[in-house]
Structures are given as C-alpha cells and as structure tokens.
C-alpha cells in the first residue's frame, strides 16, 4: 500500500530552507519521491500533514535500551527475562517520543535486535554494541570496592564486561561483533555512575584501544568510546576511534583533534542535568552526585570548543532509570550553547552519517526510510517544542504510522 503525506512543511534534515506544500510518497517503507502537491494521484492512503513541520525521525545516539535502575549496579540484580521486559516499555517510549532510531551504548544485544524486527517490541530502528568493555577496575566493572573473589574472576553483568590486556580485548571484541553489535564500545576514562574509579583516570591501555579499532573495522563497524577528559579524548582520537562520548572535560588540543581526526563527538547534557537536580532524591550515593557535579561545571564550555573547532557533534541523552521520560530536554540544555538548526542536524543527519547510514536515515529525501515526525509548530524557532510530545503530531517508523492524533 501506498502512503502520501500532502501539504508539508518539509525539514529535510540539512536545510534551513523549508520546502512548502510538500507531497512525500512513501511505498515500502521507503520514501519514493519529495514532489509537489498533487505529485502522486493514484490510489493510497493520504494523511494531511496540514501545513505542518514535517521533519526526519530523531536519532539519540547514546541510549541505555537495558538502563532500567538510575544506578546501573542495580541492572545486574535483575533477572534476564524481567530485563526484556522492561527494555520493551523503555523502546516504545522513545519511539513515541519521536526517536525512531537509537544507538545502544551498553549491553543492548541481538535478543532486542530480533524482538524489534519480529515485531514483539514496537520500538525503534536499533544500532547496538553488545557488552560495553572495561578495563578491570574501569568504568564498567561494577563491582563494589569491597567485592572480592578469591579467583580474582573477571566480571561480566548485565551491560558490560571486563576485558584486560590485548588477547582479551580481541576475544571480547569478536564475540560482541559475531552476535551481531554494529559498533563497539570502550571505556577509556573514569566515569559518573561506577563505584571505585575517578574521573580523571586513564582506562585501557593504547594497544588495547588500538586492536579494539582494528577488530571492529573487519566487520566495517567502529568505536565509540566513553571519554570525559582531554587526555582521554586525545587517547581515542589518536588510534582511531570514531565516536567520543560526553567529552565533558576538554580543552582545546582535544576539540581540535576530534575535528580534525573526523571523528564524531557525542555530548549528553540530560544526563548530567538530570542527575544533578534529581540524583540524591532518587537515591543515588554522595559520591556520583560529586562526580557528576565535576563534569557539570565544564560540560558546556567543552560544547563551546566543539563548536568553535567545527567538530561534529551528534546527538545522545545517556538516561536512565526513572529520568528516561526525559529524554527529549536534551534540546532545552543544547540551545543554551547553539542554534536550532544545529540541534536538528545533530538529532538527524549528523548521527545518521556518524551511525553510517547516510542517506538512509535523518533526512527526508527518495531512497531513505521513511522514519517521520509530523510536528505543530516550527522547532527552527523554537527546538524546545520538541519536549511538548503532544506536538509531536504523527510519528512513522518504516513508513508504518506508530500514532497519529491529526484530524
């Protein structure tokens, strides 16, 4: 069956220029032509996008698909089965929040992959890592500082697991990547929301990161990597990851690198904003609300410096638990720093290059999947109308109508 949407207001993902009294014609999930009104006459079903912004679904770049407790030490006591489904409600959300496409950042795997496909979760389009990797002791070991094991076992929970030295960084590597990840992920400095290591500390050696890169690169996947400080970031850049997440601490030989390596950079403001005004109210220990704070004092002027290096810079929340529903204040936090259209491009075509998917997603134009938004208002003028979600009229996933509340 065919579908038109007559008489958009058409963002096409890139273009400040709005293209007016749009026909979109979408056959197969696919969207087939961008014409004039009247384009298409035959027989379909027709929506009347009214004048309407119509615009690319969003894209949130660093998602938790399994981040169900504020704490993620808490995601490890919960059985497999009851983490499934939580993570359906967790997708579904998104999607009717308008992100129909999210990239995982820990621990999403091919089960959600396969539930999404066969239609048992009505989510998102889903790009996913597998287990993230962590040095023992990093970001992603979990484990209490008074946790001990006599055999000094390696950790492995519900998000991420513990790889040390180059053999097993290469065996954790493939095995992510034979179940299916689309990109990898690495923690390569001290972290928030983990027990037992600072901010400021370098995780992975260089080896490490580097066999990680090559590894990923067989499949045509990549790194992303979780990276707040300068050193850090200049670590990743450096050998070749691709994706540096939060970047909360730079300074400007670390924006430059980012820019100048074309790597991509992935702030996440929500996170660090609603954890700042919620944290200790939901439990969280005095020691995260510390770190958090750290990064919070400097995650803006490092968003400058991206900005002024001309780096790319995608679009991610990092939410979790009971602050998931919101996610979409990651607009309201970018427009202290940068335009709209800025902020459109990140959510569209800027993470849909940075997930490799030119073309395909964050833009409407023939030949890409018809993911889209039907929006009252215009978020050129004013973005933060993006967390209204009832101003997010219609939402199409694959060209299949997940809600619609036009007339």
């Not at 689309?182 to 066999?211: A, C, Y």
């Not at 909360?248 to 820019?259: F, K, N, W």
């Not at 979790?320 to 075509?349: D, H, N, V, Y």
């Amino acid at each position: 069956m065919t579908l038109v949407l007559e008489n958009c207001l058409v963002f096409d993902g890139h273009s400040e220029t709005l293209a007016e009294a749009r026909t979109i014609v979408i056959e197969g999930g696919v969207i087939r032509e961008v014409g004039d009104a009247g384009a298409f006459r035959g027989e379909a079903e027709r929506i009347d996008a009214g004048g309407r912004f119509v615009m690319p679904g969003m894209i949130d770049a660093h998602f938790h698909a399994y981040g169900i407790e504020l704490n993620p030490v808490l995601v490890d006591r919960i059985a497999p089965e009851l983490r499934g489904l939580h993570a359906r409600k967790i997708l579904e959300g998104a999607l009717h929040r308008g992100f129909t496409t999210i990239r995982d950042a820990a621990g999403g795997d091919i089960s959600l992959a396969i539930a999404l496909r066969t239609g048992l979760i009505d989510g998102p389009r889903l790009f996913y890592p597998g287990l993230a990797i962590s040095q023992t002791g990093g970001h992603g070991d979990l484990r209490a500082p008074d946790h001990y094991d006599a055999c000094a076992c390696a950790y492995c929970g519900a998000m991420s697991v513990v790889a040390d030295g180059p053999d097993e960084m290469r065996k954790v590597v493939r095995e992510q990547l034979r179940t299916g990840a689309t990109h990898i992920k690495l923690f390569v400095s001290g972290g928030v929301l983990s027990p037992s290591d600072p901010i400021w500390m370098n995780q992975l050696d260089l080896e490490e990161i580097r066999i990680a890169v090559a590894e990923a690169e067989t499949r045509r996947a990549y790194v992303m990597a979780h990276a707040h400080t300068n050193e850090a970031v200049l670590r990743c850049v450096t050998n070749g990851v691709r994706s540096v997440e939060h970047a909360t601490l730079l300074e400007d030989s670390g924006a430059r690198a980012i820019a100048d390596a074309g790597a991509f950079a992935v702030p996440t403001l929500a996170v660090i904003e609603t954890i700042r005004v919620a944290g200790a109210s939901l439990g969280l220990p005095p020691a995260m609300i510390d770190k958090m704070q750290e990064v919070a004092d400097q995650a803006n002027i490092s968003y400058e410096r991206l900005r002024a290096a001309g780096a790319k810079i995608g679009f991610g929340t990092d939410l979790l638990g009971k602050l998931m529903p919101q996610q979409s204040i990651e607009f309201r936090l970018r427009r202290e720093t940068c335009q709209p259209i800025e902020i459109l491009r990140s959510a569209t075509s800027i993470n849909a290059a940075l997930l490799q998917m030119e073309g395909k997603l964050g833009t409407i134009a023939p030949g890409a999947f018809a993911d889209i938004l039907i929006v009252d208002g215009n978020p050129l003028d004013d973005v933060t109308l993006l967390e209204d979600h009832d101003k997010i009229r219609c939402v199409l996933r694959d060209g299949r109508i997940v809600r619609n509340s036009l007339d």
